[in-house]
T-cell receptor, first 116, second 114 residues
Framework: DQQVKQNSPSLSVQEGRISILNCDYT??????FLWYKKYPAEGPTFLIS?????DKNEDGRFTVFLNKSAKHLSLHIVPSQPGDSAVYFC???????????????FGKGTKLSVKP | GAGVSQSPSNKVTEKGKDVELRCDPI?????LYWYRQSLGQGLEFLIY????????KSGLPSDRFSAERTGGSVSTLTIQRTQQEDSAVYLC????????????FGSGTRLTVV
């Protein structure tokens, strides 16, 4: 059973508009969340993260929102640019797992296409 | 090196053969992870090394899969008696101390079992 779900396999947005990528999780123990971006033939790269003690984290054009009661997070990209076209993965972890920091659990990804 | 290096970048092997995939993490990174991405799937956790602690092997799909990390640096993922369902991109990542610092991924090894 998937603990991290990205229900939209793809999203198409016009350049300059907002892109909203969604992620749901089922494990209430998760307390740290990350977004990764992946271009073809490259490894995923870290984009932005959020701790469960916050409900929002912003970095330039990227903002992540966390709704703990709904077990839902979203990534907003404003304004979207053609170079943002990539697969975006949501990931979650339990920060204090076993006294160390365990592995990340990833969703299946959402392919974002930003059209000029 | 500056990043995580994986070799080979592509590997085609016959069903039943053994393969070894190599990962050179970023120098000084104590945590090393192996994931795989099958077609249309997300990133599936395989194994995690943290310093000198016993590795977390909970994600390995069968006893045909094994991994080791020598001297706290280079890691090798070995798949014995490969099957077609093993075909995937195998990604290695390293981190300074754990997941909270974010991973740096390599470009992966694309394994095709024919």
């Amino acid at each position: 059973d998937q603990q991290v779900k990205q229900n939209s396999p793809s999203l198409s947005v016009q350049e300059g508009r907002i892109s909203i990528l969604n992620c749901d999780y089922t494990n209430s123990m998760f307390d740290y969340f990350l977004w990764y971006k992946k271009y073809p033939a490259e490894g995923p790269t870290f984009l932005i993260s959020i701790s469960s003690i916050k409900d929002k984290n912003e970095d330039g054009r990227f903002t992540v929102f966390l709704n703990k009661s709904a077990k839902h997070l979203s990534l907003h990209i404003v304004p979207s640019q053609p170079g943002d076209s990539a697969v975006y993965f949501c990931a979650a972890t339990v920060a204090n797992y076993g006294g160390s920091q365990g592995n990340l659990i990833f969703g299946k990804g959402t392919k974002l296409s930003v059209k000029p | 090196g500056a990043g995580v290096s994986q070799s080979p970048s592509n590997k085609v092997t016959e069903k039943g053969k053994d393969v070894e995939l190599r990962c050179d993490p970023i120098s000084g990174h104590t945590a090393l992870y192996w994931y795989r991405q099958s077609l249309g799937q997300g990133l599936e956790f395989l194994i995690y090394f943290q310093g000198n602690s016993a590795p977390d092997k909970s994600g390995l799909p069968s006893d045909r899969f094994s991994a080791e990390r020598t001297g706290g640096s280079v890691s090798t993922l070995t798949i014995q008696r490969t099957q077609q369902e093993d075909s995937a991109v195998y990604l290695c990542a390293s981190s300074l101390a754990g997941a909270l610092y974010g991973y740096t991924f390599g470009s992966g090894t694309r394994l095709t079992v024919v």
